[in-house]
Structures are given as C-alpha cells and as structure tokens.
C-alpha cells in the first residue's frame, strides 16, 4: 500500500515540475488529433469501438503507469506494455476502411474541372430530368464525381460516355429500361455510366424504415468518397441530395439546383465567391450554411451524426 501511495505521490510531483506552457500546448495537440480522429469516424461504425478503444487506453495508462511502479505490480505493467501493441493492431483492423478512405482523398487528385458555365447547364440537365422522375414516380440516382475517383464502381458497369442531357436520364430511370435498377456515374460533365452498383449503408444507419435501397446507396458511396449523390424516390417522388454520409431533407428544384450548383464548384471558385460576398458585405456562405440549418430553412438541411434526414417525406 505504501510502494502504491509513494508511486502516486511521484506522479504528482513530475506533474508539478513540467513547464505548464509545454504541458497546455502539448495537451492541445493530444487535443487536435483526437478531435480530428473523432469527426472522421463521426457517424460511422467504427465511431463505437474508438470510445471503448479510448477508454481502454486511459485505464490502461492509469494502471500500466501511474498506479503500478518499477517494483509494484509487475503483472500489470509486463500486461500493459503487450496490450499496448495488441491495441495498435486492433485500431489498423477496426479501423481499415476509415484508412483506406483517407489515403484516397489525400492522394487523389481534383477530376471535376468543369466551368462555372458548364455546371449550370448540367445541373439545368440534372434539374429537368428529376422534375420529371419525380412527377412520374421514378426512381433514381446519380453520382457526381469531384475529387475522388470513381473507376472502382463504374468498372463493372455498362460504359455510357454521353452528354448529360435531360432526356438521356428520363430514358435511363424509365422502368421499362434495362439500366433503371442501379445508379449512373457523371463523371468529367458527362455520363460515365449506368447499372453502377454501389455500396449500400448499413440497415442499422438507416433508422427510417421509409428510406429505402437506393438513400442506402447513395448515403454509403458518399461515405466512402467526396461524390455528391441525388436521389428520387419511387415511392414519394421527394428529391434528396447525399453527401459525407449525410441525407438532405427533400428539395423543391430550385433548391435542388442551388445546392447541387454550390457542391459541383471547384475549390478554387467556392473561394472566390466567398471573399467577393465579403468585400461586398453579402452574407458569406458559413451565414447561409447557418441558414440552410435552421428549422425554418426551406434549403436541404444535412443531418447530424448519423447522416439521416430531419424531415419526412413529402408525398
């Protein structure tokens, strides 16, 4: 009892001889990076296991290092210095597909390079056709590449290449159509692909039984990469637009063109309009984003940690 009285007590007083400026910038870098895991993985499966995986750590720790000494304890630390690399390995395992995603999005670079022009006249394209699948109970969905590639989905699938127009995509999602079932890929400004099958989000992300196959697709390929995804329903006709693992609440069209618009900008260009709207006292985009979320807003609001929507359907 007195070795683990005198090993606390020796704790506290390295503690009390640290320069507390190391320690408060040292914390907030310990701070930064978890919070940066932390958001990462938000919303995610692995979100669970990285709580229980921190908390595994910190009674590690207190045990391995602060309560058991050099002479104290020895099973405990000869445990928590294994532990430690049976841990490691844990978090590249759980962990996997979170790392993947990462290396992809620092590695890859910018494919959509189109001109301001060029987005509006797809996202008119866009617009008119889901005006249509929506009034006629279609359902569809459609992928936009930005900077992640999507070669790894479209390989299998039924190669297009054409123009973005209209009626191409109403001929696409008709029901008697061949490729109506699965999603098609717009990639570059023009329709890379049909049939593309995507990975589908997990049942239990998905608590609104309503949502069905494709929101679960369009919510688990926007997890996986930065697409930005828009959906019908067959069902409602209600119009969604996925993106980060988040579902919007349902669009009017001209919300659908706003945002769609804001989305497909390049980097470079959403800069640009953000510094022009404060040199000209204009509400900047983080006041509209603070808009769009408000529970009164009629633009789509991205939903919390779970990425699902705030709203029902319109029918």
């Not at 479209?154 to 029901?175: C, G, H, K």
């Not at 679960?216 to 069902?235: F, H, K, L, Y």
Request: aromatic content about 6%.
């Amino acid at each position: 009892m007195n070795s683990l009285l005198d090993n606390i007590r020796g704790v506290i007083a390295r503690l009390g001889s640290y320069d507390p400026w190391e320690v408060a910038f040292e914390l907030l870098i310990i701070w930064v990076g978890v919070y940066a895991i932390t958001r990462f993985v938000q919303g995610t499966r692995a979100a669970g296991a990285l709580k229980g995986l921190l908390v595994l750590l910190v009674l590690l720790t207190l045990v391995g290092r602060v309560l058991a000494g050099d002479d104290t304890f020895p099973r405990l630390r000869f445990l928590y210095d294994r532990l430690l690399t049976v841990v490691a390995v844990g978090l590249i395992v759980i962990f996997a597909p979170e790392l993947r995603r990462a290396a992809i999005r620092i590695g890859e670079a910018p494919f959509f390079r189109s001109t301001p022009g060029e987005i509006a006249a797809l996202v008119d394209e866009v617009a008119e056709a889901c005006k249509f699948l929506s009034k006629a109970r279609f359902g569809a969905i459609m992928v936009f590449e930005r900077q992640i590639g999507l070669q790894a989905v479209i390989e299998s699938a039924t190669r297009i290449n054409a123009d973005v127009t209209a009626r191409l995509l109403q001929t696409i999602f008709y029901p008697g159509s061949a490729l109506h079932d699965l999603a098609v890929v717009i990639k570059g400004g023009r329709i890379a692909a049909a049939s593309v099958q995507l990975p589908l989000a997990d049942p239990a992300e998905m608590p609104d039984p309503n949502l069905g196959s494709r929101h679960r697709a369009a919510v688990g390929i926007s997890r996986d990469c930065d697409a930005v995804v828009v959906i019908v329903s067959e069902e409602t006709g209600a119009i969604r637009i996925a993106e980060r693992g988040r579902l919007s609440a349902p669009l009017e069209i001209e919300d659908l063109k706003a945002q769609l618009s804001k989305r497909l900008e390049a980097p470079a260009a959403q800069k640009r309009r953000r510094l022009a709207a404060t040199d000209d006292d204009a509400p900047t985009e983080l006041d509209a984003d603070r808009r769009t979320e408000s529970p009164d807003s009629s633009e789509d609001s991205l939903s919390g940690e779970a990425g699902l929507p705030t709203t029902a359907e319109k029918a």
